[in-house]
């Protein structure tokens, strides 16, 4: 209620990993890299029919939008709308806007090929900082490898930011790397102008970006993506005089 009329985004179901649900456990060698996400929804797809069922009757279907988590094919993305398109033909209802998360290396790898297919992204930076850095983020011994503003990890999201222009895709980011007042910056001067975080982190990361807005960026970013670790990239953004 407090949102309307706002659109709301309704991600599917997902679970494993680190998302686990005690009355649906999953066991697995190597969760992070197994059926999770739209993976569970396609191999038990009662309960992901449920879960379209219940969106697409709701009282503000008018508004939802729905978004896969774990996608890393084209293929898994067209199996699980197709299923959305049926669902609302035998409902009588309009298929409502369907996006992904960015959240596996192939999705950014293929952005220009999903780009074709999608009607947003939203980038998950906690699962994508993960995979790309092969380093487990549950793991403590291997914080080091677990940061967001690598340049390994910026690079690949200026792409996914480039694209998402070009193609006039709406894009976002989410997880702890929108919270973040350092590392929003970096963000704001790769291209995002969409950022998903915490209502108490929201007056911190815009008191900043405000003040980006009346300058050029295009030196820093050159810089930021030269850079060769997160070091540097923090240091160039703490010397900017904002």
């Known amino acids: 209620k407090s949102f309307h009329p706002r659109p709301v985004v309704m991600r599917t179901l997902d679970i494993g990993g680190d998302k686990a649900l005690s009355y ?3 066991s697995e060698e190597n969760p992070f890299l197994g059926v999770r996400g739209i993976r569970l929804s396609l191999q038990i797809q009662e309960l992901y ?5 219940s ?19 084209i293929e898994d993305f067209i199996k699980s ?4 398109e049926e669902i609302a033909e035998h409902l009588g209802k309009k298929v409502p806007e369907i996006g992904i998360m ?10 220009e090929d999903f780009a074709q297919h999608v009607d947003f992204f939203s980038v998950g930076t906690n699962d994508l900082t993960q995979y790309i850095m092969a380093a487990d983020r549950g793991n403590p ?3 080091e490898y677990q940061d967001s503003l690598h340049p390994a990890i910026l690079r690949v999201l200026e792409n ?16 702890e790397m929108a919270s973040d007042p350092v590392s929003a910056i970096a963000l704001y001067v790769l291209g995002l102008r969409k950022f998903s975080m915490s209502s108490a982190a929201s007056p911190f990361v815009f008191e900043k970006l405000v003040k980006l807005k009346s300058m050029n960026t295009e030196d820093l970013k050159s810089e930021i993506l030269k850079s060769k670790n ?6 160039k953004i703490n010397n900017l005089e904002i």
């Open 160 to 175: 996914v930011f480039s694209v998402s222009k070009e193609q006039s895709i709406e894009v976002s980011v989410c997880g």
């Open 49 to 53: 029919r449920s879960q379209i069922e």
């Open 81 to 84: 709308k197709s299923i959305i």
């Open 24 to 26: 649906f456990p999953i």
């Open 55 to 73: 969106i697409l009757t709701s009282r503000d279907a008018h508004r939802v939008k729905i978004m896969f988590p774990m996608i890393s094919t």
């Open 102 to 111: 960015i959240e596996t290396p192939s999705s950014t790898i293929l952005v």
């Open 230 to 235: 997160s070091q540097e990239v923090r240091d």
């Open 141 to 143: 011994n291997l914080i």
